[in-house]
């Protein structure tokens, strides 16, 4: 289990949160809620930068962290002297702390080898800026809209006319023409550029063309390396064949380039040759940390408001998508979203609520459910609310949202409704 804790960083005055397979936080605008998401975000990146390069160095500078966050999260003035951030995993600990002179990093190990490589996609709320023709020749500094751009404009080409993506049950798809490098909105009727499209269409497309992307595409098909990648994790295996196979066999360390290497290399070997079980253990565990370090085996998403100019029925079908993509048994996907609508806590509760039913409704009354591909165990989501900078659950016992939240939210809305309601009609 991930564990965050974070102090006085912005509106927040003080969280401390388990990570659970999907996170929610609901709240007003500036309440704090993408700071949440942000700090996640960052930690999770920065334990991969670590476990991928099995080095802390980069990260032990004082400087860095602040720095980084700041940067890429566009975070400038939210952390002071008594801010405080602390992260564990199964494969790192880090804390950060303010001080009133100098800030401080404190970056260990908990297990270099227990990391599983994922893939970590942000995606702000201004996604809907890749309409814009001019994005993809503008220079643009180092942070996450800019990422999730340039990861937009790598997925994007893999839907091109002939395999158009459908947009849930809008009745439309999404294509990118690769030759005027523009995106299309198609149906039986008509075919538009998406900067012609709506407001809507313009959230939607990003989202579904990404998250097609990073739970199915990627995991099907060859990964690009870059050639600095591949500089990287040629060092990152020297290690690995040093800690994990030449000094548990020997009881030496022993350097790259080690002219006794060949000689070991060829006794190890013999030793397989010979069914020796603590040699075939020793390549196993190495075959495994490469695995686990180079090949990705799962994505986590980070959504800032996904009912974005989205009508409510197409919020509570956006969410049954993404449950139901995220929810895949083969692969451990994450997801953080941000959120100031009830429509998609209602949808979210459908699908837990479909879960703990799904033994006792009759099959064919369970069948016509439009979230029956979606649900997904209570025990594997928390929701909460931030209330003066802090987070207040809002699921029961169960794990349901509690009607007495649904009530409260729509008391506030309906409370002139209520006032005026009994002179309505009222005759003089």
Not at 210 to 236: C, P
Not at 387 to 404: F, H, M, P, R
């Amino acid at each position: 289990m991930r564990k965050l804790i974070i102090k006085n960083v912005g509106p927040i005055k003080e969280v401390e949160l388990d990570l659970n397979k999907i996170n929610v936080f609901m709240g007003p605008q500036s309440s704090g809620k993408s700071t949440i998401a942000k700090i996640i975000s960052f930690c999770t990146w920065l334990e991969k930068d670590v476990a991928t390069s099995q080095s802390l160095d980069k990260h032990k500078d004082k400087d860095s962290f602040k720095k980084w966050l700041e940067t890429y999260h566009k975070m400038k003035g939210y952390l002071s002297f008594d801010s405080y951030i602390s992260f564990t995993s199964e494969v790192v600990k880090l804390t950060y702390s303010g001080q009133t002179t100098s800030d401080k990093i404190d970056i260990d190990w908990v297990d270099r080898y227990a990391y599983q490589r994922n893939k970590i996609a942000y995606m702000p709320a201004e996604r809907n800026m890749i309409i814009l023709p001019e994005m993809e020749r503008l220079e643009m500094p180092y942070y996450n809209a800019r990422s999730f751009l340039f990861d937009f404009f790598e997925a994007r080409k893999n839907y091109q006319k002939q395999n158009a993506l459908d947009l849930i049950k809008l009745g439309v798809k999404y294509y990118f023409n690769e030759n005027t490098r523009e995106n299309h909105i198609v149906s039986n009727e008509y075919d538009i550029l998406l900067e012609n499209a709506s407001s809507g269409l313009q959230s939607i497309a990003p989202m579904v063309v990404m998250i097609e992307y990073l739970t199915n595409w990627i995991y099907n098909n060859a990964e690009n390396i870059s050639f600095e990648e591949q500089e990287k994790r040629r060092g990152v295996e020297s290690l690995l064949w040093n800690d994990l196979v030449y000094k548990p066999f020997t009881g030496e360390d022993l350097k790259f380039g080690d002219e006794r290497i060949l000689e070991i290399s060829k006794q190890i070997k013999n030793s397989i040759n010979e069914k020796n079980s603590t040699a075939i253990d020793l390549i196993f565990n190495l075959a495994q940390a490469r695995n686990n370090l180079f090949k990705t085996s799962k994505t986590q998403f980070i959504i800032e408001e996904p009912e974005q100019n989205l009508f409510p029925e197409t919020q509570r079908d956006l969410m049954y998508y993404l449950l139901q993509k995220v929810n895949d048994e083969q692969r451990d996907h994450k997801l953080i979203l941000t959120t100031h609508s009830p429509y998609i806590l209602y949808a979210l509760n459908n699908c837990m609520m479909g879960y703990l039913v799904k033994d006792k409704m009759p099959k064919e009354d369970f069948d016509k459910l439009s979230c029956k591909d979606s649900i997904l165990n209570p025990s594997l989501v928390s929701i909460a609310q931030i209330v003066d900078g802090k987070l207040v659950s809002i699921q029961g016992d169960d794990g349901l949202i509690g009607n007495n939240y649904f009530d409260s939210v729509m008391k506030k809305v309906m409370n002139d409704y209520y006032a005026m309601i009994n002179y309505y009609g009222d005759e003089d």
